[in-house]
């Protein structure tokens, strides 16, 4: 019964902090990285399709991705959906290919994107506390309905809490090199 709640709450933890990876993944940090991409889905007939789907991504050099489609025909739809991404970069597209020039980032702009990382790793740690509280209300359910002992309970619980510590260090870890990366210059 216990090991069950455990399993089922440490599962919980490990999907916020995947989900933490893949938000992170999608902020730039200066740097050219094809997975900037990965959020953008273009409306390739009627179906929305993500980019690396319908194009092979390059990057030539640190601050270039270029794009280049399988069916050229979808060109002006994939620069599209780019335009109308939160990316905040201008596609140049040469009639065979789409260029992402990724300029160097401000200041300014680096610590807007650290309180972006912040703000996903807050989202992060909530969800590893919610994991946490329903394990506790499920230890507690269980010592009422099922005549769990109390010291099984308190067991649980530290164990819970020693769940909960672990995964909320490892989204500290995370934000600390997110961080680091997007300060980076």
Known sequence: MVDEIMLNAEERMQKALSSLGEAFSSVRTGRANAMVLDRIRVDY???????????GVKTPDAHLLVIEPWDKGSLGAIEHAILESDLGITPTNDG????????????????????QCKAYAEEARVAVR?????ANT???????NDGLPEDDQRRAEAEIQKLTDKYIAQVEEHFKKKEAEVMEI
Do not use: H, M
Request: glycine fraction near 2%.
């Open 45 to 55: 007939y009627g179906a929305p399709t993500p980019v690396n789907q319908l194009a």
């Open 130 to 134: 919610n994991a946490r509280r329903d």
């Open 96 to 115: 065979s290919v789409i260029r992402l020039s990724f300029p160097t980032l401000t200041e300014e702009r680096r610590r807007e994107l650290v309180k």
């Open 138 to 144: 499920a230890v507690e359910r269980a010592v009422k």
